[in-house]
């Protein structure tokens, strides 16, 4: 069995800061790829921040130089570093991991059970 945890979500200012953490857990082989989407109520749920196993990234337009995502592979864990966070970053966050379980040939997505990020003053 393989799981995803989240923390670090809670209520912030605009303007401050949040780092969100996902620790993938259980008979993995290997991590492809981990990430970050977010939805908003009545909003699509969109992706926020991606970093595969080479150390590549990609961010959403709107979060581009504010949002860092990083990983510690030795962890498992994948960060997301979240700063001058606005209003409209207000959203439950969830993240997923692309992950080889052990035993299989094929990645996987998994996903956390999310975390509620509330910006507001």
């Known amino acids: 069995q393989v799981q995803l945890v989240e923390s670090g979500g809670g209520l912030v200012q605009p303007g401050g800061s949040l780092r969100l953490s996902c620790a993938a857990s259980?008979?993995?082989?290997?991590?492809?790829?981990m990430g970050w989407y977010r939805q908003a109520p009545g909003k699509q749920r969109e992706l926020v921040a991606t970093?595969?196993?080479?150390?590549?990234?990609h961010y959403a337009d709107s979060v581009k130089g504010r949002f860092t995502i990083s990983t510690d592979n030795a962890k498992n864990t994948v960060y997301l570093q979240m700063n001058s966070l606005k209003p409209e970053d207000t959203a439950v966050y969830y993240c997923?991991?692309?992950?080889?379980?052990?035993?299989?040939?094929?990645?996987?997505?998994?996903w956390g059970q999310g975390t509620q990020v509330t910006v507001s003053s």
């Open positions: 997923y991991g692309d992950l080889v379980p052990l035993g299989k040939r094929y990645s996987h997505r998994y």
């Open positions: 259980g008979s993995i082989f290997s991590i492809n790829a």
């Open positions: 970093i595969t196993s080479g150390d590549s990234t």
